[in-house]
C-alpha cells in the first residue's frame, strides 16, 4: 500500500494526472472497512487528502451553501444556518452510522462512494446538489442527478477530484428525509427518501431500489400534474418504472417496493391530486 | 447442604458439617481451620467436600423424572409496543421485567443481568438471525448480524421477588439465563396484539410482519388507512 | 485482521508527528497502519480494543482533535499535526459513576463506551439537540443492556434522568 500527501489542491491534481489509479482518501470510513479482509485495498496508491485546507470550508455565499470535499456529517449538524436552511442534511446526516462515524465521514465521500443505500446522496440530490471537480485541465460542475451513470459509475474522470458541493438556497414548501433500516443508528438504507419542493418543481429521489441513487421521474410527474392518488397501491405503477429493487442480505423487493409506496403516500398526503 | 471432613495427617480427624443456608456455620468452619492451624503449626490439612442433595428432591435418571432442579425461578414480562404501518416496523416503548429469584445477592448485577438478557430478547424478537449460505454464515459481521443498538430499546424497568429456596446460597436461585426467555414472546404477544397479526416465528422482521399483514384481510385496510 | 503495524517496507514508512494524550509523538508508520493498530501495538496503549474492525461497535473510540472517532477506521497517518486522546488519558476518579451504576459487566465495550459517555458529560449542549442514547448508539453492548450505560452518563452529567423507575 503507497500513500501520497499532497501540500496542496493544484500539487494533489498533479498526482491524479501522473496517477489515475490513486485513490482520494478523506475521512476514510467507506475505505479502511475494507482493510481487514479485502487483499485489493493493500495493493493500491491512496492519496491523503485530510491536511487540504482548502478542501474544509463550509461557505455560505448570497445564494448558495458550498460543502467543501472535507465537510464531515458532524460539521453540517453543529452548522445553525444549515439546520434552518437545510433540514434534510442534518436529518441525513444524524441518520449516518453513529457519531463516531459522522465525526469522519464527508458529504463528497459519500458522493464518490457511491453506493446505492447512501444516506447523504438522497438529501442531496433532492436539494439539486452541483458537484464541483477539479483537474489539471480545469473545473468542471456536474448535477448530483446526473453524476451517476450506472452502479458505482459516475461522472468523474481518474485526474479529477471532487473538491466541494454548491446547494442552491431556496425557499421551500415541502421537505422530508426517510430512511427505513433494520435499527435506529448504524444501518444501512434498506429504502431511503428525499423530497422536496420548490418553486423549482418537486425533488422525489429514491436509495437502496435500484443500482444508482436516482430521481423518480413519474412519481414526481404525478405531483406535478396533480393526479389523484387513492392509496399507495396506486403509486405502484409509476414506483415501477422509476426503480428497479432487489431481494438482498438486507431486504426483499416486494417489502421495498411497498415501503416506498406507503411512505410516499402518507407522507404527501396533502399534495396527491393537487397542482401547487 | 455442603458436608465437609478435615483431615489431618494422624492426629484424628477435624469434622464440619456446614449448611449452606447458615452462615454462621461456614464462619464457624474458618475458626475450627484457624485454631487447628494454631495447635499444628506448620502442618498441613487436607480437606475434601461433596454435595449432598437437599432432602425431598428425588430424581430417577433411568425414566428421567422427577425433580430436576431444587427450585425454578419465575418471570412476569411486559412489553409495549409502537407497530409504523408504513414500514411494519416494530419498536418496543416500555419493556417490564418482574422476577422472582429467592435472593438477590447483589442488586446492581442482578438487575443488569435482567436489562442485558431483556435487550439480547428485544434483538431476538426483531432483528437477529443467522443467514446461511453454503453452510457458511452470511452475516458473520457486526455489520450484517444486527444487534440493538442503546437507541434501539427503552428504559428496562426491573423489579425483583424473593421467595428463598431454603437450599440456596443465602436463599438465592439461579438468575443468570432467565431474562432471555420472556421478551420475544411478549414482544409478539404485543405485535398481535396491535395488529391481529399471528407471528410465529423470529425474528420478527418487518418484511416477515408485512407478509402477515398482507394475508390478513384488514391488513390491507389498514395500510391505506390515515397512519 | 491488518492487526499488526510493522512497517512491511521501510521504503514506504511515513515519519509523523502528533500529540498524544498531551504529549508529543514521532514515529514512523506504514501506510496501512490504523490508528488503531498504532496505539496498541506499536504505542503500546491497549486500552482502546478491535470489537469489530469495522467501526460499527465503538470499541476503539478515542478522540480525535476533540471528536470521538472509530480508530479503526483512521489511516495512522491522517493523525499528523493532530490531537489524538486515548481512554488512557481519563482520569480514573472520573468513572466512579460507570462502576457504581452498572456500566460495566465484561468490560469488552467499556474502554469505547466511557470515552464516548466522558465525551457527552464535556459536551452537554449537545442534549438540547440529541437525547443520551442517540449520542451512545456507536458503542454495541451485549451485557448491560445500556440502563447502566446511560445512568451512568445521567450520572456524569449530574442529573438523575426523569425516566421510569426501577425495582
Known amino acids: 500500500m503507497n500513500v501520497l500527501l499532497p501540500a496542496s489542491v493544484p500539487q494533489a491534481l498533479d498526482q491524479l494526472a501522473n496517477d489515475a489509479t490513486a485513490v482520494p482518501i478523506a475521512g476514510g470510513t467507506d475505505l479502511l472497512v475494507h482493510w481487514p479482509v479485502r487483499v485489493e485495498a493493500h495493493e493500491r496508491t491512496y492519496m491523503d487528502l485530510s491536511r487540504l485546507d482548502p478542501l474544509k470550508a463550509v461557505r455560505w455565499t448570497a445564494d448558495e451553501l458550498l460543502l467543501g470535499a472535507l465537510t464531515t456529517y458532524w460539521d453540517v449538524i453543529r452548522d445553525d444556518r444549515a439546520r434552518q436552511e437545510f433540514p434534510l442534511l442534518v436529518d441525513a446526516a444524524r441518520q449516518v452510522g453513529a457519531i463516531q462515524i459522522q465525526a469522519r465521514g464527508t458529504w463528497a465521500g459519500n458522493i464518490v462512494n457511491a453506493s446505492p443505500a447512501a444516506d447523504g446522496v438522497p438529501v442531496l440530490m433532492a436539494y439539486d446538489a452541483v458537484v464541483v471537480l477539479e483537474s489539471r485541465r480545469g473545473r468542471e460542475d456536474v448535477p448530483l442527478d446526473r453524476f451517476y451513470s450506472g452502479y458505482k459509475e459516475m461522472k468523474r474522470r481518474p485526474d479529477q477530484l471532487v473538491v466541494g458541493i454548491r446547494i442552491p438556497c431556496r425557499r421551500y414548501f415541502y421537505q422530508v428525509f426517510e430512511k427505513v433500516g433494520a435499527r435506529r443508528a448504524q444501518a444501512i438504507a434498506k429504502v431511503g427518501l428525499a423530497v422536496t419542493h420548490s418553486g423549482a418543481g418537486w425533488r422525489v429521489v429514491a436509495a437502496s431500489v435500484a443500482p444508482t441513487i436516482r430521481r423518480c421521474p413519474a412519481v414526481e410527474r404525478l405531483l406535478e400534474t396533480g393526479t389523484p392518488i387513492a392509496s399507495p397501491e396506486a403509486l405502484l405503477p409509476a414506483i415501477a418504472r422509476d426503480v428497479t429493487p432487489i431481494d438482498d442480505i438486507r431486504s426483499s423487493a416486494h417489502y421495498r417496493t411497498r415501503v416506498m409506496a406507503r411512505l410516499l403516500y402518507h407522507d404527501l398526503r396533502d399534495f396527491w391530486g393537487k397542482r401547487v | 447442604m455442603l458436608r465437609s471432613e478435615c483431615l489431618d495427617l494422624g492426629q484424628g480427624a477435624l469434622q464440619v458439617t456446614v449448611d449452606l443456608d447458615d452462615t454462621a456455620h461456614g464462619a464457624a468452619v474458618k475458626q475450627a481451620i484457624r485454631q487447628w492451624h494454631r495447635d499444628h503449626p506448620g502442618e498441613p490439612l487436607f480437606g475434601e467436600a461433596a454435595y449432598e442433595k437437599p432432602p425431598g428432591i428425588a430424581w430417577d435418571d433411568q425414566t428421567y423424572r422427577g425433580d430436576a432442579y431444587g427450585a425454578f425461578a419465575w418471570a412476569a414480562y411486559v412489553a409495549e409496543v409502537e407497530v409504523d404501518l408504513r414500514t411494519c416496523a416494530t419498536r418496543v416503548i416500555d419493556f417490564v421485567a418482574v422476577q422472582e429469584v429467592g435472593k438477590v445477592l447483589n442488586p446492581t448485577l442482578a438487575k443488569g443481568q435482567v436489562q442485558g438478557g431483556v435487550v439480547q430478547g428485544i434483538g431476538w424478537a426483531l432483528m437477529e438471525e443467522c443467514k446461511w449460505r453454503d453452510g457458511a454464515m452470511a452475516n458473520n459481521q457486526l455489520t450484517n448480524y444486527l444487534i440493538p443498538t442503546s437507541d434501539d430499546v427503552p428504559a428496562v424497568r426491573v423489579a425483583f421477588l424473593e421467595s428463598p429456596y431454603p437450599h440456596g446460597a443465602g436463599g438465592a436461585k439461579g438468575l443468570g439465563e432467565l431474562p432471555i426467555d420472556g421478551p420475544a414472546p411478549a414482544i409478539v404477544n404485543a405485535v398481535a396484539a396491535a395488529t391481529g397479526a399471528d407471528p410465529r416465528a423470529i425474528p420478527l422482521t418487518p418484511e416477515r410482519l408485512m407478509d402477515l399483514l398482507e394475508i390478513a384481510d384488514f391488513g390491507l385496510r389498514i395500510a391505506d388507512s390515515a397512519p | ?167
Open chain 3, 1 to 167: 485482521m491488518s492487526g499488526h503495524s510493522a512497517i512491511r517496507n521501510p521504503q514506504s514508512a511515513i515519519s509523523i508527528a502528533f500529540t498524544l494524550n498531551g504529549e508529543p509523538v514521532s514515529l514512523g508508520v506504514d501506510p496501512a497502519a490504523r490508528l488503531l493498530d498504532t496505539l496498541r501495538y506499536q504505542l503500546a496503549l491497549t486500552g482502546t480494543k478491535e470489537g469489530c474492525g469495522e467501526g460499527e461497535c465503538g470499541a476503539c473510540t478515542v478522540y480525535l482533535d476533540g471528536l470521538p472517532v472509530n480508530s479503526c477506521l483512521v489511516p495512522t497517518y491522517q493523525v499528523r499535526g493532530r490531537r489524538v486522546e486515548t481512554v488512557e488519558f481519563l482520569d480514573p476518579g472520573a468513572l466512579e459513576p460507570f462502576e457504581r451504576c452498572g456500566a460495566t459487566q465484561c468490560g469488552a465495550c467499556t474502554p469505547g463506551v466511557v470515552m464516548a459517555a466522558w465525551w457527552i458529560r464535556e459536551h452537554p449542549d449537545l442534549l438540547g439537540t440529541h437525547s443520551i442514547r442517540e449520542l451512545m448508539a456507536g458503542n454495541l453492548c451485549r451485557c448491560t443492556g445500556y440502563d447502566g450505560i446511560i445512568d451512568s452518563v445521567e450520572e456524569a452529567l449530574g442529573e438523575r434522568g426523569k425516566g421510569k423507575g426501577e425495582g
